[in-house]
Each structure stands twice: as structure tokens, then as C-alpha cells.
């Protein structure tokens, strides 16, 4: 992974590194790393990832489709 530091400006590069390495879940595997985790709660984990994903997708083609309105944005 590279970061260009433009105009000595390191404080914007570590910003956008930080940003890159959360994109690609970099923080998440060594925080996963960081202790054994037994099989049967990776299965689980890994299982309950996928449904998380696969009703997100789902509800996302239902949009698409019409079918139900789009959820909306929170304004913060």
C-alpha cells in the first residue's frame, strides 16, 4: 500500500493511509489476531457475516427493484 505525501504534509497522508488500511480491514484482522478464537466461533462468526451480507444485498436489489421505498439518511 502506498500513500503520497504532497507539500510535507504528513497529517493528510496518514489520514488517507488510515482510510486505505480501514477500507481493506486491516484494523479488524489484528484485532481478530490478537486472541485464539476457537473454531466453532469463527464458524458461527463467519456464518452470521454472511447472512448479514446476504440480507444487505437482498435489500439493497429490493430497492432497486421498487419494491420497498430506500431507507433514510440520517443527518448527524
Do not use: W
Request: hydrophobic fraction near 35%; charged fraction near 40%.
Amino acid at each position: 500500500m502506498q500513500v503520497l505525501v504532497r507539500d510535507n504534509n504528513v497529517d493528510q497522508a496518514l489520514r488517507v493511509l488510515k482510510k486505505k488500511l480501514q477500507r481493506e480491514g486491516i484494523f479488524r484482522e489484528m484485532r481478530m489476531r490478537e486472541a485464539f478464537e476457537k473454531p466453532s466461533v469463527k464458524r458461527a462468526r463467519e456464518k452470521a457475516e454472511a447472512v448479514r451480507r446476504h440480507r444487505k444485498n437482498a435489500r439493497k436489489q429490493m430497492q432497486r427493484e421498487g419494491l420497498i421505498a430506500p431507507t433514510p439518511k440520517t443527518v448527524r
